[in-house]
Structures are given as C-alpha cells and as structure tokens.
C-alpha cells in the first residue's frame, strides 16, 4: 500500500493537528507523573542516575517520535495508536483509507 | 607550594576517606532533596527536559569531581571546603601543611 503520498484536505489536517497535540499532551503528563513518582522513591545517587537515564531514553524518544510532516503522520499516528496514546476514533474524519493503514500498522 | 606530591600516612588516609566520603554523601543528599523539589513543581515538557538538563550537568559535575587519587586529595578538598561540602576541622589529623594548602586553595 502506499503511504507516503496521500493527499491532506484542510479538514483532515485539523483533525491531525488536533489528535496529535492530543497525543502529545497525554503522554507527557503521564511521563510527568512517571517521573514525579520515581523522584518521590529516589534514595540514593543510583536511583538519581537511573532517574538521569530514564529522562535521556524518554527525551530521545518523544523528540524522534512526534515528527509533525503530513508524509509521516500516518506513521507517526500508527505508532501512537499501537502505544496506547490515540484511539482510532479520534481520527475519525480521515479518509477510510488512511484510516485503514494507521490501523494495520497499528497492529504491526 | 607543592601540591601533589605529599606523603600520606595510613591515619591520615583514612581521615581523607571518611571525610570524602562524608561530602560525598551531603552533596548527593542535597542533590536528591533537590531533584525531588524540582520534580514536584513539574508541569509541562519543558520543566522536565530542565531536569534533565539539571541531572546531566549535576552528573557530570559529580563524576569528575570526586576523584579519590591521593594526588588529588589537596585539589579535591579544596574544592568540598569552597563549595561547602566538607568544613576543614573534618580535616584534622592530616598534617598542618596540607590543611594550609587546602586552605589557600578553597580561599581562590
């Protein structure tokens, strides 16, 4: 199937914009509450340095993960999906199309 | 002066190592009671990422500073006693010569 190439109405870009900041937020106030929780159970320098690792990994991956450019958004949104950050329906108003290959590559 | 070519007495090898060891901790306990305020006040992405901009500076901050060669030792202390680390009373026993190097040193 072809996934790069697809065209964005207007309309669907809003409702892109709108499930990926949607997305974004959910994840980073539950990485939020991750990290306030480690930081409550921290003792010694370890769990500090482990708390520094976690940050590094999570950093590295939301900035790589969140990559807003229409060819990738069906990408970027079946990994959101997979993840647990973005339902199917919050998409509704995409082409079926679209919609049929965020969710096979959801299930990938 | 001559700074890095003492000789240390066993005694006052393990004076040197319970006091670096004692400004070892107070620093990653004041650092982990930090970590844990900065957590708290958390609200959005950017917080965070200060964090670990904070850890990773902190981090390395404390791998190098702690550096238990005894022709460090002189430079080590200096720096604990500058930055309130360690006060130099929790020095004593180590000879009179290298208390006043640590001294002028932790005074520049």
Known sequence: ???TNAEWTETEEDIARKAFETAYKREISDLIDSVKHKA???????????LHDFLSAKRHEVDGK???????????FAGLVKDGWLSL????????DKIAKISALARM
């Open 89 to 96: 329906n919050e998409l509704e108003g995409l082409t079926s």
């Open 1 to 3: 199937m072809q996934l």
């Open 40 to 50: 409550i159970s921290l003792v010694e320098m370890e769990d500090m340095w482990n």
């Open 66 to 76: 969140y990559d807003y450019r229409l060819p990738m958004l069906v990408f970027v």
